[in-house]
């Protein structure tokens, strides 16, 4: 055979095979467990104290599921929550995919994005992770005490360029499964705490 023919009938198959939808696609569930990791629901509002004692209203405007996926044959599910206030520039928005592995993300904007991942492990229990994640059994926060608490560090900001020290930027975060966010702490101080 020719090598133009040969050539020729390659890249008609390896063509016939690129153009070809995928006869089965990969669809990651959330199982009941992990939807439960994000206690927000849409009109849901939460009261929080800023650092000068003043309240805060959050409220949630978006939470919803949808399917998602880069790729034509993997498609992930994954929950979303925007919560945002009327008198703040705060902007706190978490999600939940299986798209980089078991973890709740929580983006945090006040003057910049901070990002927080919060790992957990197959049980939906939050697990200890060496790159700055630690769990409390219990932590008393405003007079009052939580279980299963969750402490992370910053993961980084969300622009890569924009990695410049702030010392407003939100640097360390208190979570829970039954509350959800509980304090924020930037480099100096308390920004937010829940106000229950």
């Known amino acids: 055979m020719k090598p133009k023919v040969l050539i020729f009938l390659i890249s008609l198959i390896i063509f016939e095979y690129s153009c070809t939808k995928c006869r089965n696609v990969d669809r990651y569930e ?12 849409l009109g849901h509002s939460v009261s929080f104290i800023d650092s ?5 209203f959050m409220t949630v405007t978006e939470a919803k599921t949808t399917w998602m996926g880069y790729w034509e044959c993997e498609k ?6 925007r919560m945002n206030s009327e008198n703040s520039n705060l902007d706190i928005s978490l999600y939940l995919n299986h798209e980089y592995g078991e973890c ?13 991942h919060l790992y957990y492990n197959a049980e939906g229990q939050f697990a200890f992770d060496p790159r700055g ?3 409390h059994d ?16 910053i993961y980084s ?13 939100p640097f360390r975060l208190l979570y829970n499964k ?3 966010i509980l304090q924020l702490e930037d480099a100096n101080k308390i920004l937010l705490t829940i106000n229950k």
């Open 76 to 81: 992930f599910e994954q929950l979303s929550v």
């Open 133 to 135: 994640q630690y769990i």
């Open 138 to 153: 219990s932590l008393e926060i405003n007079n009052k005490i939580y279980y299963s608490v969750v402490e992370s560090n």
């Open 104 to 116: 709740v993300n929580i983006d945090i904007g006040l003057y910049k994005y901070s990002r927080f």
């Open 178 to 180: 039954t509350d959800g």
């Open 52 to 56: 000068i004692n003043q309240p805060l």
């Open 30 to 41: 959330l199982s009941d467990f992990e939807k439960q990791m994000i206690p927000y629901e």
């Open 157 to 169: 900001p969300t622009s890569a360029n924009e990695y410049e020290y702030n010392e407003r930027m």
